[in-house]
T-cell receptor, first 111, second 115 residues
Framework: QKEVEQDPGPLSVPEGAIVSLNCTYSNSAFQYFMWYRQYSRKGPELLMYTYSSGNKEDGRFTAQVDKSSKYISLFIRDSQPSDSATYLCALHRTGGFKTIFGAGTRLFVKA | GAGVSQSPSNKVTEKGKDVELRCDPISGHTALYWYRQSLGQGLEFLIYFQGNSAPDKSGLPSDRFSAERTGGSVSTLTIQRTQQEDSAVYLC?????????????FGPGTRLLVL
């Protein structure tokens, strides 16, 4: 079983839609939860991170962690064509060196 | 300031040849990571450096893969006797100390194709 599962998509939505991206994980030791965005032929860049459970909002983006269900989500409101990219969830254990990345979900926002 | 740079940006090689991939991290960053990204597989952790030492080499897929870092800065990832399954994008990232929740800054990657 993979440590983190993420649907690779692709996910295609019209401009202005609310997008929901999700990951599930198996190890309860993960404490740090991150979302990276990767444009085509570029390296990933950190979008948001949360520690433990709860919600975090940054502009049009909301990250949500439910540790009891081992489920993390990224919501994008009022999606724009510029949001078209691959979104990767990433998890990190306290005291560990390694960050575990999901496979990434490809998102297309159509104008 | 300058971000993480990687060279070459693309590399085509023949099966059985050795290749060297280079990473220049952000100046002053002590932590450096190598990842491999294959289609649909996400980022696979390869190795982590703190300064010049590598406390975690657990992700290196086989003994054909090795990496070093000199002067706490530039790192090279070497793949010996390349195989077709080594074809992937190799990404390097650096962060200021390696203690989460620290941002990892990624380079653009080296696209390796083994024929």
């Amino acid at each position: 079983q993979k440590e983190v599962e993420q649907d690779p998509g692709p996910l295609s939505v019209p401009e202005g839609a609310i997008v929901s991206l999700n990951c599930t994980y198996s190890n309860s030791a993960f404490q740090y939860f991150m979302w990276y965005r990767q444009y085509s032929r570029k390296g990933p860049e950190l979008l948001m991170y949360t520690y433990s459970s709860g919600n975090k909002e940054d502009g049009r983006f909301t990250a949500q962690v439910d540790k009891s269900s081992k489920y993390i989500s990224l919501f994008i409101r009022d999606s724009q064509p510029s949001d078209s990219a691959t979104y990767l969830c990433a998890l990190h254990r306290t005291g560990g060196f390694k960050t575990i990345f999901g496979a990434g979900t490809r998102l297309f926002v159509k104008a | 300031g300058a971000g993480v740079s990687q060279s070459p940006s693309n590399k085509v090689t023949e099966k059985g040849k050795d290749v060297e991939l280079r990473c220049d991290p952000i100046s002053g960053h002590t932590a450096l990571y190598w990842y491999r990204q294959s289609l649909g597989q996400g980022l696979e952790f390869l190795i982590y450096f703190q300064g010049n030492s590598a406390p975690d080499k657990s992700g290196l897929p086989s003994d054909r893969f090795s990496a070093e870092r000199t002067g706490g800065s530039v790192s090279t990832l070497t793949i010996q006797r390349t195989q077709q399954e080594d074809s992937a994008v190799y990404l390097c990232a650096s962060s200021s100390s390696g203690t989460p929740p620290e941002t990892q800054y990624f380079g653009p990657g080296t696209r390796l194709l083994v024929l």
